[in-house]
């Protein structure tokens, strides 16, 4: 299994209304170090209507302002219709919504 591939079925395994960080899915792939690598194989997300990739966020719970997949605003809206709720400041509460 490639390490793209490990990061897809980790991804996979985000439940609904919930959000891992670019860390948390390359420490589950094997590497704390790979967080950049988990952001260009999600932005390369061969399947993102079974690979949610709009369930990973950065270290501070935001979203990504280049979303491949309709930009930030996109990824927001993914988000908030799984019941996800934004801090005035734009950030994800990631005691309540990460995994």
């Known amino acids: ?3 793209f591939e490990r990061i897809y ?19 589950f792939a094997g590497n704390p ?3 950049r690598v988990v952001g260009y194989a999600l932005h390369n ?16 719970g935001r979203v990504a302002d280049a979303f491949v ?18 801090e005035a400041d734009g950030r994800i509460d990631l005691k309540k919504y990460g995994i």
Do not use: D
């Not at 997949?69 to 934004?86: D, H, P, T, Y």
């Open 1 to 3: 299994m490639t390490v």
């Open 9 to 27: 079925e980790l991804v996979k395994t985000i439940p609904k209304g919930r959000v891992a960080t670019y860390g948390q899915v390359a420490l």
């Open 33 to 35: 170090r790979w967080a």
């Open 45 to 60: 997300n061969p399947s993102p209507e079974t690979i949610p990739c709009h369930r990973v966020v950065n270290r501070e």
């Open 69 to 86: 997949f309709g930009g930030g605003n996109a990824q927001r809206s993914l988000l908030e219709k799984e019941g996800i709720v934004f």
